[in-house]
């Protein structure tokens, strides 16, 4: 069974075009994410749900819009994409970060990744 | 601006010896580490977690310590295995939040 499951795999488009990826685990989390790996490998986090409320948006423009219709789902949907979009988007999932300051994290769990070439 | 830092971006060890992957970060507000560990073609796969109220945190062949002052931590795999060839990410937190962030990685390679 798969835990976080992204679709497409493989997205290879035109600049200028609207596209989506589309996200799901089956986990129970309450948390999941979008991330971004560039060129350069770095994985940088994009933007994080908590029960359907975003709580991160870093600073990513306005032409990616997260949607998440249930707790279970968070979409990336990219308007007018462009050159710089290229790369493989990551969507992951965790249960809620502890608050306690002796506990930890929850670890995420991670999609096997969109590689969005743009054209 | 990158807070989390992996400078060796591959390592190379004979199967059966250790392995050390290294990891340093610039913000002394981060108070949880991880490891995650990747295949081509798959998401990260977390590996183990260390919080700075410790030093040291042991799974297994894998060991991870903290060194808070020095701001480095480290991931030892004793002994290595080829199934252990992977690019392996060094992540950083801070408890209550979830916004990690990430090292460039470090390409591991074991050979038989």
């Known amino acids: 069974d798969t835990a976080v499951s992204q679709t497409p795999k493989y997205l290879v488009t035109q600049m200028g075009n609207d596209k989506s990826i589309k996200c799901e685990q089956n986990?129970?989390?309450?948390?999941m994410y979008w991330y971004k790996q560039d060129s350069k490998k770095f994985l940088k986090i994009m933007f994080s749900?908590?029960?359907?409320?975003?709580?991160i948006n870093e600073t990513v423009p306005n032409r990616f819009s997260p949607k998440s219709p249930d707790k279970a789902h968070l979409n990336l949907h990219i308007n007018s994409l462009e050159l710089g979009d290229s790369a493989v988007y990551f969507c992951?999932?965790?249960?809620?970060?502890?608050?306690?300051?002796?506990?930890?994290?929850?670890?995420?769990?991670f999609g096997d990744g969109t590689r969005l070439s743009i054209l | 601006d990158q807070q989390v830092k992996q400078n060796s971006p591959s390592l190379s060890v004979q199967e059966g010896r250790i392995s050390i992957l290294n990891c340093d970060y610039t913000?002394?507000?981060?108070?949880?580490f991880l490891w995650y560990k990747k295949y081509p073609a798959e998401g990260p796969t977390f590996l183990i977690s260390?919080?700075?109220?410790?030093d040291k945190n042991e799974d297994g062949r894998f060991t991870v310590f903290l060194n808070k002052s020095a701001k480095h931590l480290s991931l030892h795999i004793v002994p290595s295995q080829p199934g252990d060839s992977a690019v392996y990410f060094c992540?950083?937190?801070?408890?209550?939040?979830?916004?990690?962030?990430f090292g460039a990685g470090t390409r591991l390679t074991v050979k038989p």
């Open positions: 992951a999932s965790s249960q809620a970060p502890w608050t306690g300051a002796l506990g930890g994290n929850q670890p995420q769990h």
């Open positions: 986990l129970g989390h309450d948390t």
């Open positions: 749900y908590n029960n359907k409320e975003l709580i």
């Open positions: 913000n002394s507000m981060f108070d949880y």
């Open positions: 260390i919080s700075s109220i410790k």
């Open positions: 992540a950083a937190s801070v408890v209550g939040r979830n916004d990690m962030r």
